[in-house]
């Protein structure tokens, strides 16, 4: 099971981690999400039906989430806000490559209910009907956030991003 498992943060780590960031946008924190992500999965029997990178998507996603709603975050926002100085952050080339991209540093700026279809749309590759479930929301609702976030990605993102606003 090691190997097997080795295998599988091999193929699925860095994928999740930038998943996670987009998230959480603390490089620190989403590096212990994933931990987290990974030790839940091999304590849990997975029948395995071809969809791990959409199961493993899904653990990391509820773990965000859940930070996100904690009360160690909402410490560190007031926290930030009291003090008006952000925590230096360490950050690698995966990060920061995603975050100096065009596309990356405009969806990072978008509300969370925005980012989230964005995200699981362009870089999971679901369909809307997955999203909305995954979500718990209706489709329409999903149909409509894409829509939102496109027309607010459209001011940063200039003419040559043209096939994304218009799908």
């Not at 990178?53 to 996603?61: E, K």
């Not at 596309?103 to 870089?123: D, K, Q, S, T, V």
């Not at 149909?143 to 991003?161: F, I, N, S, V, Y």
Request: hydrophobic share 40%; with cysteine; charged share 30%.
């Amino acid at each position: 099971m090691d190997g097997i498992l080795e295998r599988i943060i091999d193929d699925h780590a860095e994928h999740l981690l930038r998943l996670a960031y987009f998230y959480v946008k603390n490089r620190h924190v989403a590096e212990d999400i994933i931990q987290e992500v990974f030790i839940k999965f091999s304590e849990h029997a997975y029948e395995e039906r071809g969809q791990l990178r959409a199961y493993l998507s899904t653990l990391t996603i509820n773990k965000c989430k859940d930070y996100l709603k904690s009360w160690h975050y909402k410490k560190c926002i007031l926290q930030e806000k009291l003090f008006l100085t952000q925590a230096k952050r360490q950050r690698d080339a995966l990060i920061e490559a995603e975050e100096r991209s065009l596309i990356g540093a405009a969806i990072l700026n978008l509300p969370l209910a925005y980012r989230e279809p964005i995200l699981l749309y362009y870089y999971e590759e679901m369909k809307i009907a997955e999203i909305s479930q995954m979500l718990a929301i209706p489709e329409n609702t999903v149909k409509t956030r894409l829509k939102r976030a496109r027309e607010a990605l459209k001011p940063h993102l200039g003419e040559e991003w043209e096939v994304l606003l218009h799908e």
